[in-house]
């Protein structure tokens, strides 16, 4: 499959880089063609690996991946151009942090709305599924780096994109029955408020690869 990586940071990076070791053809993109990051990611990273502007790497992506900074991701979809996201699942990881504060970071939108809602209604057609923001990268890609089970969400409105998604989760080693659907993208509230007790319990434990396990 050709995935649009949208972001150049540590998310991008390697969901690009999981992406590419599964087979799948990748580019990643930022804010302008040549990026320094996006760059050494692709050279250094497999001929199925390149990198373009957001709207190069939508237009290639037959899935897209939201890997932006929070504050700049609509901007960022709409660089990417309505367009290029129309039909396609946009696999959405962003949280809506507030880092004006300091530490920790404050949300800027919770309770009544969320990033994954924002960013529905301005790109109504693209298939939004909220997904992997509740825990660090490595954890998102790999989640045996976690001994023993726990749970990855995801949310959205189109089921079949959902689908989708849970089949790109298992393909990183989530097992099925730890892929928890939230149901409609007004689930993205909860997945975003639950950062604060991940950024309470993880500087708690001064480790950032831990997760929650629901327990019915
Ligand atoms: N770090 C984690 O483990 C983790 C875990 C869960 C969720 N998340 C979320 O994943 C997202 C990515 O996090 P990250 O730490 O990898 O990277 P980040 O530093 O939050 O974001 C980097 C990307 O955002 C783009 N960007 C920043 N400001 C922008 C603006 N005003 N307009 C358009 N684009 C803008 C940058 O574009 P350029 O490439 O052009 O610079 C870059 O591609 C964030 O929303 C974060 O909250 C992170």
Same mark, same amino acid.
């Given at each position: 499959?050709?995935?649009?990586?949208?972001?150049?940071?540590?998310?991008?990076?390697?969901? %690009? =880089?999981?992406?590419?070791?599964?087979?799948? @053809?990748?580019?990643?993109?930022?804010? /302008? *063609?040549?990026? +320094?990051?996006? !760059?050494?990611? %692709? =050279?250094?990273?497999?001929?199925?690996?390149? @990198?373009?502007?957001?709207?190069?790497? /939508? *237009?290639?992506? +037959?899935?897209? !991946?939201?890997?932006?900074?929070?504050?700049?991701?609509?901007?960022?979809?709409?660089?990417?151009?309505?367009?290029?996201?129309?039909?396609?699942?946009? !696999?959405?990881?962003?949280?809506?942090?507030?880092?004006?504060?300091?530490?920790?970071?404050?949300?800027?939108?919770?309770?009544?709305?969320?990033?994954?809602?924002?960013?529905?209604?301005?790109?109504?057609?693209?298939?939004?599924?909220?997904?992997?923001?509740?825990?660090?990268?490595?954890?998102?890609?790999?989640?045996?780096?976690?001994?023993?089970?726990?749970?990855?969400?995801?949310?959205?409105?189109?089921?079949?994109?959902?689908?989708?998604?849970?089949?790109?989760?298992?393909?990183?080693?989530?097992?099925?029955?730890?892929?928890?659907?939230?149901?409609?993208?007004?689930?993205?509230?909860?997945?975003?408020?639950?950062?604060?007790?991940?950024?309470?319990?993880?500087?708690?434990?001064?480790?950032?690869?831990?997760?929650?396990?629901?327990?019915?």
């Amino acid at each position: 499959m050709r995935v649009g990586v949208l972001g150049t940071g540590m998310v991008g990076q390697g969901q %690009a =880089s999981r992406l590419v070791s599964l087979g799948h @053809e990748v580019m990643m993109g930022s804010r /302008a *063609a040549g990026n +320094e990051k996006a !760059v050494a990611w %692709a =050279s250094g990273a497999s001929p199925r690996a390149s @990198e373009g502007t957001f709207a190069d790497a /939508a *237009a290639f992506g +037959e899935m897209v !991946v939201n890997a932006t900074n929070g504050e700049g991701s609509i901007e960022a979809l709409a660089a990417a151009g309505a367009g290029n996201l129309a039909g396609k699942v946009l !696999v959405d990881i962003s949280n809506p942090l507030d880092h004006s504060g300091g530490f920790p970071p404050r949300l800027f939108v919770c309770n009544t709305d969320s990033l994954g809602e924002q960013i529905q209604r301005a790109f109504p057609e693209a298939r939004v599924v909220k997904t992997m923001n509740t825990v660090n990268i490595n954890v998102q890609v790999d989640p045996s780096v976690i001994p023993g089970r726990h749970t990855m969400f995801l949310c959205g409105n189109d089921d079949a994109a959902k689908a989708d998604v849970r089949a790109l989760l298992l393909s990183y080693g989530w097992p099925d029955e730890d892929v928890m659907d939230l149901g409609d993208i007004t689930g993205s509230r909860a997945m975003e408020m639950n950062i604060a007790m991940w950024l309470r319990a993880a500087s708690t434990l001064n480790n950032w690869g831990i997760n929650i396990k629901i327990v019915p």
